[in-house]
């Protein structure tokens, strides 16, 4: 037996990576470019920078992307930028235009929604976020880079890393769900991943954080809502995403469409400003969502294009996307409503990302045909995505270790549903330009995985919407002939992502129905669930032997799913996000606080369901293997330290089965009594460690004072003499227990 000693960082985030964080800075050496630039520039001519304007959908691909009237706005200099216009000759022609027939060669700078996947897509963020694995999700978004910035893509809107603790709200599929520790983590490896070593590389682009801030606490899981909740909660629970990835080197961020405490971000000065630049020491530029300074007219901030627009600038906001209320600015600045300083520190942030990016070098960044063939949907691009896919599942259930299956056994195989054969939906939301004519289905990667004797069948059984059942006859007869069943149900990619808020949770359509027809066929039958959020599925897990959630895993879906199903890959994934008894119990999350009085089965008047037990269905963290693992006591370095002292927290984990495997060891921590309200547990730090079978490793954490501190009454950050329980375990309900005790 191999007892080995895994050193871990103090904290998640500084967990060896494939490059180093580069935090975003200027030069005095740019600065003065910028002042020079600055001097000759009209009040137009600055206004032109701020103003970002949109592509033709209708056009593209196989088209240009390119408006009729885009070549005079670069030829007169009144855009900064353009999105949605891409691919390598068209960025290059309009490119031109702006570099050589104009007075001040202000290079444009060309953003797309470069999710997870430019041609090559990974799996969604939150399957991603699944695989509590940095690196690969950092090495997505290296791949995705890739292929964006040989087609003339220099900023993608991404990473998306709100919070979201209600799964009805359809853009939880774009973040890294309900945890600020994990969701920190994940926004750092993307900006990595993103912008790599060096901005100034042309296989990079620049990362957006978004949407700043809370866009994921909209009331009723609505998308676009309000947002109302205290500072301390924004600070504990939201922000820590956005500033983990302003840390690791994002040189742009986007405001969001909600309001926080009656103020609309686009015209949030305090948040994009005073916490942003000055508090965060944020050196990029800040853009808008799309029209989100017009929508503050129906916000009623102001009347008028000008006046939520003078409201915008003074906030902060440096760049209007398609709003056109920069437009007005060279005659507010005429007039005195709006300070020219300010003008010129926006169009100076701009200016500032466009430099560093090396455009003022290479307006171009190297962008061609030849290195489109070369990268975009390559063969090592498909691998990656393949593997990241297959970290991203969670194994649910697995009774009478019915999985893996045996794929020189399996003689007869029944795949059933309405995702079976389907390759557009793998694509999930935000795909990009993903095709579904890249994917491979469920079914073709179990064709290519199973022996070449086995007969695999296919059933479609129902629609994913519709009412009718008269496709559940052949589906049940295919079971019952069946050695096995894979039945795959879930959401389409339309109803998850933005503007695809659900009110119920269920399987749509007749889809339930058909999994309880199917399993009282009596056959060992295997869900596999394909979606963008957390669905109610207690009773796919009664019904079924056993369930995987497999997302929407991208191009590489159906050949991942079989590696999983046929144990090639043994899964290792945990949930990002707490899975609901009910649409009842949401927002619901593992790190709530216990009230005054807390959850008790057996005392009616506390804080229950009298319908429904209050614990989820399934918990954060939550994910088996097909080998399993022990935990030992958690063993501390010191019972007693100051405020200023770290505490070693030390476990013994061992793979108890006969199976390689890998384990995300996750460490809680309580602050047990305080002046403030403390949540039950908080995620403090993870490490997904691979083990042999029978192998031992003793994982070790560090908890800095950082980890113990909280705000005060008065909104410090402090740490309060008192106990501490810590937590260690497989998920945040099945955790070894310790305690420590800060003292004066």
């Known amino acids: 037996m191999n007892n080995t000693l895994i050193l871990l960082a103090a904290c998640f985030l500084l967990l060896p990576s494939h490059s180093l964080a580069q935090r975003f800075t200027t030069s005095p050496a740019i600065e003065r ?24 959908f209708a056009t593209g691909p196989g088209g240009n992307f390119l408006r009729s009237d885009h070549a005079d706005m670069a030829r007169s200099e009144k855009v900064g930028s353009f999105l949605n216009v891409l691919g390598s000759d068209v960025v290059r022609r309009i490119q031109h235009i702006a570099v050589e027939e104009t007075r001040l060669h202000i290079p444009l700078i060309f953003g797309y929604d470069v999710i997870h996947g430019y041609r090559t897509t990974f799996p969604i963020p939150l399957a991603e976020a699944s695989s509590w694995d940095p690196r690969a999700v950092e090495l997505s978004a290296r791949v995705e880079a890739r292929e964006a910035s040989a087609s003339g893509v220099q900023w993608t809107f991404s990473p998306m890393v709100d919070i979201a603790r209600d799964p009805r709200w359809g853009r939880i599929a774009e973040g890294s769900g309900e945890d600020p520790v994990l969701g920190s983590a994940m926004a750092a490896a993307r900006v990595r991943g993103y912008q790599g070593t060096s901005l100034s590389d042309p296989t990079t682009v620049v990362a957006c954080v978004k949407h700043f801030a809370a866009y994921g606490a909209g009331e009723g899981g609505r998308d676009y809502n309000t947002v109302d909740m205290s500072e301390r909660t924004l600070r504990e629970v939201y922000l820590p995403p956005y500033k983990a990835a302003v840390d690791a080197g994002a040189g742009t961020v986007m405001c969001s469409f909600n309001e926080i405490a009656g103020v609309p971000s686009s015209v949030n000065r305090w948040l994009l400003t005073d916490v942003l630049k000055k508090e965060w020491s944020f050196e990029g530029f800040v853009v808008s969502d799309w029209g989100s300074i017009r929508e503050c007219i129906n916000h009623r901030i102001a009347p008028t294009s000008d006046g939520v627009g003078r409201a915008a600038m003074h906030a902060g906001l440096d760049m209007d996307m398609e709003s056109n209320a920069y437009l007005g600015l060279p005659r507010l600045i005429a007039s005195g409503t709006v300070p020219l300083s300010e003008v010129d ?36 691009n498909r691998a990656a995505a393949r593997d990241v896919a297959r970290k991203s599942m969670v194994l649910l259930k697995n009774d009478n270790a019915v999985l893996p299956l045996d794929a020189a056994k399996a003689a007869s195989i029944a795949v059933i549903g309405p995702f079976g054969n389907d390759k557009e939906n793998m694509l999930g939301t935000w795909s990009s330009l993903g095709a579904g004519s890249t994917v491979v289905s469920i079914m073709e990667g179990l064709k290519t995985a199973a022996s070449p004797k086995s007969r695999i069948t296919y059933v479609k059984g129902c629609d994913i ?15 019952q002939n069946a050695d096995v069943v894979i039945l795959v149900v879930g959401e389409s990619r339309g109803m998850t992502g933005e503007a ?23 056959k060992p039958t295997v869900v596999v669930l394909v979606g963008g959020r957390p669905l109610v599925i207690g009773g796919i897990l009664h019904q079924a032997t056993a369930v995987i959630e497999a997302w929407h895993l991208g191009v590489e879906a159906g050949n991942a799913i079989a590696d999983v199903l046929f144990g090639t890959y043994n899964p290792g994934g945990k949930l990002p996000v707490t899975f609901p008894r009910s649409v009842g119990q949401v927002p619901i999350y593992y790190n709530y606080k216990s009230t005054g009085r ?8 506390t804080s229950r369901y009298f319908d429904l037990p ?9 994910g088996l293997s097909y080998t399993t693992f022990s935990y030992g006591t958690p063993r501390l370095s010191v019972q007693k330290i100051t405020a200023n002292e770290n505490v070693v927290v030390s476990v013994d984990v061992e793979n108890t089965g006969t199976r390689k495997g890998e384990e995300v060891v996750q460490l809680y921590l309580r602050d047990d009594f305080a002046t403030v309200t403390r949540p039950v547990k908080e995620l403090k730090a993870f490490a997904k460690l691979e083990f042999m079978p029978k192998e031992k490793k003793t994982a070790e954490f560090t908890i800095t004072p950082e980890m113990m501190s909280m705000y005060d009454l008065s909104m410090k950050k402090v740490i309060e003499p008192g106990t501490f329980t810590v937590y260690v375990g497989t998920n945040s309900v099945d955790c070894r227990e310790a305690a420590f005790e800060v003292v004066q």
């Open 33 to 56: 470019k910028i002042d020079s630039l600055l001097a000759l520039m009209t009040p137009e001519e600055k206004a032109g920078q701020l103003n970002q304007y949109s592509g033709d």
């Open 345 to 380: 520190e926006s169009v100076r942030r701009v200016l500032r990302v466009k430099y560093a990016l090396g455009l003022f070098d290479d307006p171009y960044r190297g962008c061609s045909a030849e290195r489109e063939k070369k990268e975009i949907l390559s063969a090592e």
């Open 465 to 479: 919407e519709g009412t009718t059942t008269d496709g559940f006859a052949g589906a049940i007869v295919a079971a």
């Open 500 to 522: 695809s808020s659900r009110s119920q949770l269920d399987l749509p359509g007749v889809q339930a129905e058909l999994v309880r027809a199917v399993a009282a066929a009596g």
């Open 598 to 605: 807390p959850f008790n089965d057996s005392v009616h008047y």
């Open 614 to 622: 209050s614990t989820p269905q399934l918990p954060f963290g939550f």
